[in-house]
């Protein structure tokens, strides 16, 4: 019995010892308090103030798994199946498609493990700068005097900050384990909502410096993950175009062309060598070159001009952007003076009395990563007739209840109503402001998956006549559609979609140019840059098919 008792006791310490060490490896348990607040408030979970160390704790060891290790749990089905096809998972039938067995593959092909996970978040230096561009880098430095040698390349920018990061906090009297909003202090609002909008994560809409700092910070893990995984997919397709550039290359190369390669890459080719023998020799050393055998290291010619996952990804997305920007300023060339100054007062942007239209768009170019604010009038104009009955009939003045309830009221009569009753209710304040604006909330998260679905063709044509878009004759109705999403989607968000980034769409077509392969090859300048100008074409002629 005594012997039992101690096998008992023996286990229970055993036990406590192993909770105990996993507790203590928990990235948290090193955090500061203010540290444990921010992550709860970034991840929406309320917690009691004043609210004791151990409390807190509890709090994100409960929310922990499905935020930082699996954050897949929260996601949708079509979004699993997105990340699947992503990764190249085959995909069952969709009957057996349960969102368990989606939940299931997505796990086994995730990123990182729960034990990298923990590692990132105690070492939060280590990635959080890699998705930022060499400008911020830069600003970041010249904020916190950190000298930097000229000329001031990426790699080197993010050491130095790296080996100033303490002395940085320490300085600034702030935490940086998660750390608080100082990080960001050189980012305009538009640069968070560009952040945002090139990875693919929504904007809180509406929104504040804190809400998009929040989200940035929140989504700064898998940011880095997927830029890593993009930058190395990359890096394999160009290393396939090299070595099939070269399996044709070598056998069109003249003898002179194959000795150049060759001292070019340090091959030596003995004396007496003939032209078969030294394509041979070529095709025996291209492994060496390229840096994809066992003996292969970063110092070959690939390695060192691939070494560098953030200026690879930042220069990939150059082509895209602009593509981006291209196709945004195409659409709000078509839209009408009120459209151009709803979107500017849906951010908060002064408009003055007597401003021109040509301005006006200056204005709307200038602020296309710019957050919307607040709810406007405008907010209407785009939620199905049912939202909008149910909104004057249950929060509307009297006048607005009898638009409501006529059976012949149009469309635009309802919109018109609504708006009216939305600016008496933004004036008063108070209760009435707080039902609208929870309406509106609720009506647009139930509306933006299925909007315009319920449209009529003549809605969807007076929607767009108040863009100022034409619709061809014989348009189908989901021509329509598509058309009043892309203007919708233009005047909520800016330039990218909340669901997604065309960013990751184009990377492969960016990412695959021939510039580095050419150079590499010896093709000379000339032919590298026209290879590069032709895929920078072919981006954009791909971003803007997708649009």
Known sequence: MRIAKTLLTLAFVAGTALGSTWFSNAAYNRWHETELERWLSDHDIPYPTPADRKTLEQLIQKNWDENVVEPYRKWDTQK??????????????????????????????????????????????????????????????????????????????????????????????????YPGNWLYETWSESDLKEWLDTHGVPAPQPTTRDKLIAAVRRNSRLAYLRMQEQAENSRKSMQDTYAALTDQLIDAWSESQLKEFCDKNGITVPQGTKLNQLRALVRKHRADIMGDNVTGTAKSAYGAATSSVGSVYSKATDSAAQALQDAFDMAINTWSDTRLKGYLDARGV????????????????????????????????????????????????AAAKKVASKST????????????????????????????????????????????????????????????????????L???????????????????????????????????????????????????????????????GKVHKEL
């Open 80 to 177: 699993l199946t997105g990340y699947l096809a992503q990764k190249g998972v085959e995909s069952k039938e969709a009957a057996e498609d349960t969102r368990e067995s989606l939940l299931t593959r997505v796990k086994s092909s995730w990123y990182e493990s729960e034990d990298k996970a923990q590692d990132a978040w105690g070492n939060v230096k280590d990635w959080i700068l890699d998705t930022w561009t060499d400008s911020q880098l830069k600003a970041f430095c010249d904020k916190h005097g950190i000298p930097v040698p000229q000329p001031r390349k990426r790699d080197t920018l993010l050491q130095k900050i790296r080996e100033n990061w303490e002395t940085v906090t320490q300085k600034v009297g702030e935490t940086a384990a």
């Open 409 to 476: 009221a149009t469309r635009d009569e309802l919109v018109s109503a609504a708006q009216s009753a939305y600016s008496s209710a933004s004036s008063a304040g108070g209760s009435s402001y707080a039902s609208a604006t929870s309406y509106l909330a609720r009506a647009t998260d139930a509306a933006k998956a299925n909007v315009f679905e319920t449209w009529s063709e003549s809605e969807l044509k007076s929607y767009l006549d108040s863009y100022g878009v034409p619709v061809p004759q014989g348009s189908t």
């Open 478 to 540: 989901n021509e329509m559609r598509a058309q009043a999403r892309k203007q919708y989607m233009y005047f909520k968000y800016g330039t990218t979609t909340p669901s997604g980034t065309m960013y990751a769409r184009v990377k492969e077509g960016v990412l695959g140019t021939w510039d580095w392969v050419t150079t590499q090859l010896g093709l000379g300048a000339e032919a590298a840059k026209k290879k590069a100008d032709q895929a920078g074409e072919t981006v954009k």
């Open 350 to 397: 002064p408009v003055p009395q007597g401003t021109k239209t040509n301005e006006l768009r200056a204005l709307v170019r200038k602020h296309a990563h710019l957050a919307a604010s607040g709810w406007t009038a405008w907010t209407w104009d785009d939620l199905t007739t049912d939202n909008i009955r149910q909104y004057l009939a249950s929060n509307g003045d």
